[in-house]
């Protein structure tokens, strides 16, 4: 008895040895997963066909995300904080950068609309289901927490994303080469 | 050999990660400048406490709170200014041009700093949206420790 009582005990010691040895990590790994890249899902259908092209809720995409870098171009999708409910995320794509103009999208009433200093105009791939600057006009950059930059579930259809689905009609004037 | 050659280096990394990981979320200490907030602070600068739970996206955040937020002109310069009005809210957007009233749009807030004169506020770049909210100040640190709480109370002319 005393053998089987000092060898749970040793592998008590050994266990929360590895397990504190492990968690010393943990903030790390949250670094990285928080500044670095993570991985999640899509939700909806506003960037029809580029993300979640089927309407089964099962087969949603998986994707790469990306979030070391602070700098954004036209075309590339992004992550936000909706400026109209921030607890909600938002997945759009960047159309226009600051001092761009823009060319609004039917079925809302056409419209020229200047981007402002430090902000930009994002949209849905998908006309007709997305909530995007066409409602609430463009965004602070500053909202923009991260940007995907492949989809890597389902295996067929894994491939980084490129601005094939974009509007191409969108930008009237650039001041920005 | 190489195991006792690292453990310094990567004991300093896990550290450095949980602080950052305290002050991501929870609480920073920071400095602050400009002369938009007098009197409440000083214009060359005090060391503030920021409460990142509480503040992040104004979630537990009130009129008359005094709150960090990126700039929404940007790019990554950050204000510090207080809460006039939450989502919904009608104010008057600047008490020195007389009658001019907006109501803040959903998930916006409209910033005022203290120094009226002199500080850029949402008087010029608008309403700022609740996602650009850093964090909340709850203390000066130094050089006068501190409580900085919110004082407001309703005030109905009698």
Not at chain 2, 126 to 138: D, E, N, S
């Amino acid at each position: 008895m005393v053998k089987f009582q000092s060898s749970k005990k040793q592998f008590l010691f050994t266990f929360t040895k590895n397990f504190l040895g492990i968690s010393l990590w943990i903030p790390a790994l949250l670094f990285i997963e928080q500044h670095v890249f993570s991985i999640g899902s899509i939700d909806g259908r506003s960037m029809k066909p580029t993300l979640n092209p089927e309407t089964n809720y099962l087969k949603r995409d998986k994707v790469l995300i990306w979030k070391w870098n602070r700098n954004f171009h036209r075309g590339d999708v992004v992550i936000l904080r909706s400026p109209e409910d921030p607890q909600k995320l938002l997945v759009k794509r960047v159309l226009a950068i600051e001092n761009d103009l823009v060319k609004t999208r039917p079925p809302k009433s056409t419209r020229f609309v200047p981007v402002p200093e430090g902000h930009v105009w994002v949209e849905g791939d998908e006309q007709f289901h997305s909530i995007d600057s066409n409602q609430f006009g463009p965004v602070s950059a500053g909202l923009i927490t991260a940007k995907i930059i492949a989809i890597i579930f389902p295996f067929s259809r894994m491939r980084r994303i490129s601005d094939d689905d974009m509007r191409k009609d969108v930008l009237i004037r650039s001041t920005n080469s | 050999m190489m195991g006792t050659f690292l453990r310094v280096p990567v004991s300093v990394l896990q550290v450095a990660a949980a602080v950052h990981q305290i002050h991501e979320h929870f609480f920073q200490i920071q400095m602050t400048s400009g002369p938009s907030m007098m009197p409440t602070l000083n214009s060359g600068g005090e060391f503030v406490l920021l409460d990142k739970y509480h503040g992040r996206f104004g979630r537990c955040s009130t009129v008359g709170d005094m709150v960090v937020a990126a700039k929404p002109t940007g790019p990554r310069q950050y204000v510090c200014k207080r809460i006039i009005g939450m989502p919904g809210d009608v104010v008057y957007t600047d008490p020195v041009v007389p009658d001019t009233k907006i109501k803040v749009p959903k998930g916006h807030v409209w910033l005022a700093g203290d120094n009226i004169m002199h500080s850029l506020d949402s008087r010029t770049y608008g309403p700022v949206p609740m996602g650009l909210i850093k964090a909340k100040v709850i203390a000066r640190v130094w050089p006068n420790p501190g409580w900085l709480s919110n004082s407001l109370e309703d005030y109905s002319p009698s």
